[in-house]
């Protein structure tokens, strides 16, 4: 890489940087951050523990956004000068060592950039994630199943902390459905691109023929509620129904009927949640997800846009958005974006970053 076009790359990640600082408004994050630590010093905080864990959650993720930026900052800062030492010195190691940093900072700006178009009304929210088995017997339930560890595996090479709020297991084998939150901010804003149908296409191992076979799931990403969002819940409006859990096979996963469905009989939606120890912590957790899906439901109406949250410009969420070949070649292709590799198996195992990025990019150019 010639000396003049290092210097104009240089020129261009300073200037994308602060582009981005003055996008994230650090002295407005500085002021959130102050006013955090003069909450988080009250003596009477974890007197409401829950909120107590809200604003020590977003006062540790503004500070490391703040950290983040200034680390940046500093890095492109120091970057000219070690390849000024490099070309004096006429030193190979230093100029290799340069131009590593350089990849390294490129890619780390380009990932903060992604986090600037993050600017949706609920975007900042964490996320409440539903798959789906749709078309394709025991294969879509097991496809599902794969889905999920895929993002929950995502979420622990992120270190998110994720919450299952209910999992129904197929006859067979998979899943019919399961329900998660990803605990962190911005979640929801990064999970939402991947809203839709996902497509496999594999020789079914259910299929004692060994025929290829193509299976279906969905899906769904909706934010999770705060208690700002103001969801009426009158006690006539709901039916709460309390069953024993179950696990894979239909084993009973305790003796006791811990596990909570909620009916909200004005529109009909059903939710549930059995993964927690103990009845009221399972109603707690069926009672955020029914307000999730009524939020939604009301910015719909309110739009009256069916693609009002789904990352989904072209019409409704069941539309196709990613295929995943195993059989007769290895792929993974996003149909809107068009971003594909080779290798599902990575993709499986939570490798999904490059995915999502090109989701977030694709939507904001299709916006409006």
């Not at 990932?111 to 409440?128: F, H, I, P, Q, S």
């Not at 069926?286 to 072209?314: I, N, P, T």
């Not at 995943?324 to 939570?350: C, I, S, W």
Request: net charge negative; proline share 3%; glycine share 6%.
């Amino acid at each position: 890489m010639a000396a003049d076009d290092i210097l104009q790359e240089l020129k261009e990640l300073e200037g994308t940087l602060t582009s981005i600082e003055a996008v994230l408004d650090l002295d407005a994050m500085r002021r959130q951050v102050a006013e955090l630590e003069e909450q988080a010093a009250a003596p009477d905080l974890w007197n409401d523990q829950e909120r107590a864990q809200q604003v020590t959650s977003r006062l540790s993720n503004l500070q490391g956004e703040l950290n983040r930026v200034a680390g940046l900052r500093r890095r492109i800062d120091d970057l000219p000068v070690l390849f000024e030492l490099a070309e004096e010195a006429d030193d190979a190691a230093t100029r290799a060592e340069a131009l590593v940093e350089l990849r390294a900072l490129r890619k780390s700006i380009g990932d903060l950039e992604v986090r600037t178009l993050l600017n949706g009304e609920y975007d900042a929210r964490e996320a409440l994630v539903t798959i789906r088995a749709e078309a394709g017997g025991v294969d879509a339930a097991d496809f599902a199943e794969m889905l999920e560890r895929m993002y929950l595996r995502w979420a622990e090479r992120h270190g998110y902390p994720v919450e299952v709020y209910d999992t129904s297991y197929a006859e067979e084998a998979g899943i019919k459905s399961a329900t998660f939150a990803v605990k962190v901010p911005y979640a929801y804003g990064t999970l939402s691109v991947e809203q839709g149908t996902h497509r496999l296409v594999r020789i079914s191992p259910f299929d004692n023929q060994g025929r290829r076979q193509t299976s279906f799931a969905g899906v769904e990403v909706l934010p999770v509620t705060e208690q700002t969002d103001h969801i009426e819940l009158p006690e006539t409006d709901i039916r709460i129904d309390v069953f024993r859990s179950s696990g894979p096979g239909g084993q009973s996963v305790n003796t006791t009927d811990s596990a909570v469905r909620i009916t909200h009989l004005p529109t009909g939606i059903v939710v549930s949640c059995q993964n927690e120890k103990s009845q009221i912590q399972n109603r707690a957790a069926a009672l955020r997800v029914l307000q999730s899906r009524l939020l939604e439901r009301r910015r719909q109406e309110e739009k009256a846009e069916m693609d009002a949250l789904r990352a989904d410009s072209g019409g409704s969420w069941g539309n196709q958005m990613r295929s995943y070949v195993l059989h007769p070649y290895q792929m993974v292709k996003d149909l809107r974006t068009e971003h594909e590799v080779g290798n599902p198996q990575a993709v499986f195992d939570g490798d999904i970053d490059e995915f999502i990025e090109a989701g977030i990019r694709w939507r904001r150019q299709h916006e409006g």
